[in-house]
């Protein structure tokens, strides 16, 4: 697939059941890229490959508030 077809169209920070931080991102094709962190970094699933490359962006940009830093701002990155 052309991943350039593939638009974020929402970013979503949410917390699960333990309190464990985690970025949801919504796509054009109906698919939710999950964004958690691992270790110092962190890990994208629930996702395609092709999804999860529109999404490392996101990734990239929320990783400090993975592991408590501070809210990023990210409505640039929705298209």
């Known amino acids: 697939m052309d991943t350039r077809k ?6 979503n920070f ?3 059941e333990q309190g464990e931080r985690e970025a949801h991102v919504g796509l054009s094709n109906g698919e939710t890229v999950k964004i ?9 699933y629930n996702a395609t490959v092709d999804s ?4 490392i962006n996101v990734a990239a940009r929320v990783n400090g508030w993975l592991h408590g830093g501070e809210e990023p ?4 990155l929705i298209r």
């Open 52 to 55: 999860k490359f529109v999404a």
């Open 36 to 44: 958690a962190a691992c270790y110092e970094g962190w890990e994208q």
């Open 14 to 16: 949410t917390h699960d």
């Open 6 to 11: 593939i638009k974020i169209e929402s970013i």
């Open 73 to 76: 701002y990210v409505e640039d």
